[in-house]
């Protein structure tokens, strides 16, 4: 088959999918509309929409909003547009969370109802000639099937449901949330979120990881990862204090975690608890099944707490530590 | 011989700079793991120190090939975590890169408004 009749067939296709007209926003959603009126509008210039959709989401958190400033750090003039990964790495180096949603159209219309705009990447034309394009979604109207966005020259463009969703579709359903530090997205997913956050680590300020991880902990108690990931925000904001306090009960619950052991023990060998510290180094290279890989890292560790002076401070016995189960 | 002998000090003065950069961009001390490790996928997708160097050198030199100014290339590579840069130096020409702009020709033009005027596709409107 050559590439026009492909072509025609399947915009043949298409036809025929856009010939029923059945409502495409949930009937559940009823008459709801929802309309995100105060955020900002900067519109695009030249290819440059992603620059402008992300000062649309940054001026709508209250941060400074200069699409010509984000140039520098999102366009690419070689393809004469901006990737995904760099929109989020900007989100990052302002301290705020990049939440990629999941593809699924309920999560995107709860994300709008809770009052966060979504960027999202639309697909204008077809797959094989894909014309790619960042946009902001505002709102939608369920009544007259219609979605909301920020997009190019236009403040307020009302697309329809259906063309919106072929066009996002085609875009494998892309959306980001840029969320201030400290807030959770509605119908978040753990490991989602927590990979978010930890991507920002070493490039975001360690306050805004304090809140975000923060946040994390206190919603998903259980979750090792989002407690490890606060013990080293405190740390890398030098409260060592609470860090420490972090990892502790970390290996508390979890004796078996080789990151808890090591970064706790490195924290002891720095206020000068040399003692506690190779204690809890030896006790995790002698009695758990750790791979290589763990084991070079426990064995850096014990070399550099070896080396560190030796502090008459309040250290912690280096036995009780390691006996108590739980 | 003696220039050869000049370059090879430059080279290895040049190589031991740039591992000691490289070095200084590890957030925490040496000693503490970071929280990728708890990832679900940290064992697949975390590089080691060598490769993660390597990314961001392939990446900053991708970056300079698109016209970004070297300044900027460093500081963006600097924000793109393990996954993104393993990605964007992998598949740097087959990734989205959203522009919003009409660049098209002939034959794929006429289509485009066939398929604008049928309603399948937003190309204009969205301009």
Redesign the interface.
């Given at each position: 088959m050559s590439p026009?009749c492909r072509?025609l067939a399947v915009?043949g296709a298409?036809?025929l999918t856009?010939c029923s007209r059945a409502p495409v926003l949930p009937p559940a959603a009823g008459a709801e509309q929802v309309e995100l009126d105060a955020v900002p509008f900067f519109p695009?210039r030249?290819?440059q929409?992603?620059p402008a959709?992300l000062a649309t989401v940054f001026g709508h958190l209250g941060r400074a909003a200069d699409p010509d400033a984000l140039v520098?750090?999102?366009y690419?003039?070689?393809?004469?547009?901006?990737?995904?990964?760099?929109l989020?790495?900007?989100a990052?180096?302002r301290g705020l969370v990049p939440y990629p949603l999941p593809p699924d159209l309920e999560v995107l219309l709860a994300t709008l109802r809770s009052g966060h705009p979504v960027l999202v990447?639309?697909?204008?034309?077809?797959r094989r000639?894909?014309?790619?394009?960042?946009?902001v979604v505002v709102g939608f109207d369920a009544a007259a099937d219609t979605f909301l966005l920020r997009?190019?020259?236009t403040r307020r463009?009302v697309?329809a449901a259906r063309?919106?969703l072929?066009?996002w579709e085609r875009?494998d359903r892309w959306g980001l949330v840029v969320l201030s530090p400290g807030t959770l997205p509605p119908r978040a997913e753990r490991?989602r979120y927590?990979?978010a956050v930890?991507?920002m680590?070493?490039?975001a300020p360690p306050a805004a990881l304090i809140a975000a991880f923060d946040v994390a902990a206190e919603r998903w108690p259980d979750s090792?990862?989002a407690r490890?990931?606060l013990g080293?925000a405190y740390?890398?904001a030098g409260n060592r204090a609470a860090a420490e306090a972090q990892f502790a009960a970390l290996l508390r619950r979890q004796p078996e975690s080789?990151?808890a052991r090591?970064?706790l023990a490195?924290l002891l060998g720095e206020r000068g608890c040399r003692a506690a510290a190779l204690a809890l180094l030896n006790e995790g290279l002698a009695s758990h099944p750790i791979d290589d890989r763990e084991r070079a890292?426990l064995q850096?560790?014990r070399d550099?707490?070896a080396a560190m002076p030796v502090s008459a401070g309040n250290c912690p016995p280096p036995a009780a530590r390691a006996k108590s189960p739980h | 011989m003696k220039f050869r002998r000049l370059s090879g000090l430059l080279t290895s003065l040049t190589l031991v700079l740039s591992l000691t950069l490289a070095t200084a961009?590890?957030?925490?001390?040496?000693?503490?793991?970071?929280?990728?490790?708890?990832?679900?996928d940290a064992r697949s997708e975390q590089l080691e120190r060598v490769d993660r160097f390597l990314a961001r050198e392939q990446v900053r030199d991708l970056?300079l090939?698109?016209?970004?100014?070297q300044e900027?290339a460093r500081?963006?590579v600097?924000?793109?975590?393990d996954?993104?840069l393993a990605?964007?130096s992998r598949h740097l020409d087959e990734?989205?890169?959203?522009?919003?702009?009409?660049?098209?020709i002939g034959?794929?033009f006429v289509?485009?408004v066939?398929?604008e005027i049928?309603?399948?596709?937003?190309?204009f409107?969205?301009?």
């Open positions: 026009l072509v915009a298409l036809l856009a695009q030249d290819y929409c992603g959709a520098d750090e999102v690419l003039p070689g393809k004469k547009g901006s990737l995904q990964v760099e989020k790495a900007a990052r180096r990447l639309q697909n204008l034309g077809i000639w894909p014309q790619w394009h960042f946009a997009s190019g020259t463009q697309l063309k919106f072929a066009t875009a490991d927590l990979r930890t991507d680590e070493g490039i090792p990862w490890a990931g080293n740390y890398a080789v990151l090591n970064n490195q890292q850096v560790t550099e707490v | 961009v590890q957030p925490a001390a040496a000693a503490m793991m970071g929280t990728a490790e708890l990832a679900p970056l090939a698109q016209g970004v100014a900027d500081a963006r600097a924000a793109l975590s996954n993104e990605m964007i990734l989205p890169a959203g522009a919003g702009g009409l660049a098209l034959a794929v289509i485009l066939i398929l049928v309603g399948v596709t937003n190309v409107k969205g301009l």
